[in-house]
């Protein structure tokens, strides 16, 4: 009989008395994909680090984790045997990879270390696993630095990291949370290739993704507060999950495919051959108003990195000439896959750049990268939601003064202590987190408090940048219905970034697509997701992964 690639039994994890992972047990036989679901502070991650030998030092561990029949509960990573090496993928692949190290010399330290090959071997080696999870000409790319790359680029050079060590385990921790829906579906299909073969690792796949896990494993482990609450084949925790957290997680992962947001913006939106386009919401945004942002031709290129010492420099092309207009109260998004211009052309409404041709005006005053007081009356028209708002807000301030700075930063009149409570109520959060700190913040109640930060001063528009890329599904679930009320209650327009159709599906009337640096499609999202008309489009669409709808969640679905 095989030796299981890992067995975990009754594992528990106690950090300064408190229990985080409470009797977990499961089995990854050899050549299996295994997932572990559940949203953020499930414990999943913590089992993971705990089969890694990657536990802080205060904590404290009970039960048994075998990798290959080896026990390897406590024992730090350099000293155990060859036979239990764990090769990790890890969710943040810019940190995961030296910046200061060729990509090449990276992958050959692991082939020298653990294959034994010469340095030209090893070379060669680095070379055929590059091309072997896909990176276009590899004999370049293991020659740069991992700055140079995309985040897909990234994802797969780990991929061939790991790969590398010769294991019997792969550990792959949300490597596709950070991912547009096109580059996942590569990296997923990279996974599925060099994984739970005869002579391939098996595969520990960590996510809250119920979709990707589905498309890519086997078998699921759903956990909750520290404990497996069901464990089975995909197909049935997908469509017909036993228990009721299981039944959340497959509702939130079936409303962020397209799904339901197409059937509802085909019921309720009305065909707009009149002068005003009647929102869901049902806020009319009147065509023959003047635009309240004028984008004209505006472009935007930057200096690419020399490939040789005293090689010359080029320019690449971020965004090429692009017009386009958003009227007051209009939900826009703006979708595309990584390197698509996108953020380039968000950065440039945002006034943090200056074009390189072209005028941006809003409201009918021109908008260009100024002092904090020329922009005054700009940022008071114009708020800003971040991608990570736990890196963008000040750690030591209070909840309170986060929301009272801009209002006296921007001299908004009015009673400001009045002011932060009704935009903290907005977001459906109370008084009693007036007093905290963004690090006493879970991940939703954070991009919560950026939301409300940034409608505290009554914008007219709010520019969204992938605003809730890095949330778990039922968080995302509820960030997008506090944006939806936000927009409706307030009037407030909103642009919206993302590389998900899914999540501008659900939040805008009108879809701008981005490819190379150009507006490929501008329509209604309606419209677009019905009859898509550019292949960038069409494949944005395919990429959104699908999943079976419930028999209880049928009819809500229609």
């Not at 996510?207 to 890519?216: E, F, G, I, Q, Y």
């Not at 002068?275 to 869901?280: E, H, I, P, S, T």
């Not at 209002?407 to 009673?415: I, T, Y």
Request: glycine content about 8%; proline content about 7%.
């Amino acid at each position: 009989m095989t030796t299981p690639s890992l067995e975990v039994s009754e594992l528990g994890i106690s950090i300064n008395g408190r229990t985080l992972v409470d009797g977990v047990s499961f089995t990854v036989g050899s050549g299996e994909r295994v997932c572990l679901l559940g949203e953020s502070g499930s414990g999943k991650s913590l089992t993971a680090n705990a089969v890694l030998g990657r536990l802080p030092a205060n904590a404290v561990t009970t039960g048994s984790i075998r990798v290959s029949g080896i026990e390897v509960l406590g024992v730090p990573t350099g000293r155990r045997a060859d036979q239990a090496r764990v090769a990790m993928v890890f969710q943040d692949s810019a940190v995961a990879l030296n910046p200061l190290v060729r990509l090449g010399e990276q992958i050959v330290e692991p082939l020298r270390r653990h294959r034994g090959l010469s340095r030209p071997d090893a070379q060669a080696a680095a070379v055929d696993l590059a091309t072997s999870v896909g990176l276009p000409d590899p004999e370049q790319i293991v020659d740069r630095y991992s700055g140079e790359l995309s985040g897909g680029q990234r994802q797969r050079i780990c991929i061939a990291l790991a790969l590398a060590c010769r294991t019997r385990l792969l550990i792959a921790d949300e490597p596709t949370s950070a991912l547009d829906v096109v580059t996942q579906h590569r990296v997923l299909e990279v996974l599925r290739r060099y994984t739970a073969g005869s002579r391939s690792p098996a595969l520990l796949f960590i996510t809250h993704d119920v979709a990707a896990a589905s498309a890519l494993c086997g078998e699921g482990i759903v956990m909750k507060d520290g404990a497996v609450v069901e464990h089975g084949p995909m197909p049935s925790i997908c469509a017909d999950p036993a228990h009721p957290y299981t039944r959340g997680l497959v509702r939130a992962a079936q409303a962020a495919t397209i799904s339901p947001a197409a059937t509802q913006l085909d019921a309720g939106l009305p065909p707009r051959a009149d002068d005003a386009a009647q929102r869901a919401d049902g806020v009319a945004v009147h065509r023959d108003q003047p635009p309240f942002y004028a984008i004209d031709q505006v472009s935007r290129a930057y200096r690419a990195p020399r490939s040789r010492l005293l090689g010359r420099a080029e320019m690449r092309t971020a965004l090429a000439p692009t017009s386009l207009s958003i009227r007051a109260g209009e939900r826009v998004g703006i979708v595309g896959v990584s390197g698509s211009g996108k953020t380039t052309l968000l950065r440039l409404m945002l006034a943090l750049e200056r074009s390189d041709t072209g005028t941006i005006t809003c409201d009918g005053a021109p908008v260009a990268p100024a002092g904090a007081r020329r922009l005054r009356w700009y940022r008071r028209k114009v708020q800003y939601v971040p991608q990570d708002p736990a890196s963008s807000l000040d750690p030591l301030m209070t909840v309170e003064n986060l929301v009272r700075e801009p209002l006296v930063r921007l001299g908004v009149p009015g009673d400001h202590v009045e002011m932060v409570r009704e935009a903290l109520s907005s977001v459906q959060l109370d008084e009693g987190f007036l007093r905290r700190r963004v690090g006493e913040l879970s991940g939703g109640q954070a991009q919560r408090l950026a939301i409300a930060r940034a409608v505290a001063t009554r914008p007219d528009v709010l520019l969204a940048d992938e605003p809730v890329s890095g949330l778990d599904l039922p968080m995302r679930e509820q960030i997008i219905a506090v944006l939806r009320e936000v927009c409706a209650t307030r009037g407030t327009g909103i642009v919206v970034v993302s590389h998900d159709l899914s999540v501008i599906a659900s939040l805008c009337d009108r879809t701008l697509v981005m490819s190379a640096g150009e507006v490929v499609e501008d329509r209604p999202t309606a419209q677009l997701l019905a009859d898509p008309h550019h292949p960038r489009t069409r494949e944005l669409l395919d990429a959104v992964p699908a999943l079976p709808v419930m028999a209880e969640a049928a009819p809500a679905a229609r």
